[in-house]
Nanobody
């Protein structure tokens, strides 16, 4: 089991930057692939980015590619999401998640553990 706590959210103007962090408890952080998701008001949760256990491979949804960077520091048990060139459409609660299972036919991870979320608000 792993507990996840997000931080770093806040209010920023369009074009600005934020860096989200996700602190993981326990000693097995490097055993999990990790992901970031977001949920905007009135909308369903959507995938944002994922990173493999070693950090060698990253994946992004098209709307954030080139603007957001997912990274991890396994020595610090921490996941990051650097968000640049923020747009009002990025406004959402951002969640980090830990995955233990790869689903080959779906070409994605199954996420087993979730944080509580951190609010990101981008004003125009």
């Amino acid at each position: 089991q792993v507990q996840l706590v997000e931080s770093g959210g806040g209010l920023v103007q369009a074009g600005g930057s934020l860096r989200l962090s996700c602190a993981a408890s326990g000693r097995t952080f490097s055993s999990y692939a990790m992901g970031w998701f977001r949920q905007a008001p009135g909308k369903e949760r959507e995938f944002v980015a994922a990173i493999s256990r070693s950090g060698a491979n990253t994946y992004y949804t098209g709307s954030v590619k080139g603007r957001f960077t997912i990274s991890r520091d396994n020595a610090k048990n921490t996941l990051y999401l650097q968000m640049n060139s923020l747009k009002p459409e990025d406004t959402a609660v951002y969640y980090c998640a830990a995955a233990t299972t790869w689903i080959p036919l779906a070409d994605r991870y199954k996420y087993d553990y979730w944080g509580q979320g951190t609010q990101v608000t981008v004003s125009s």
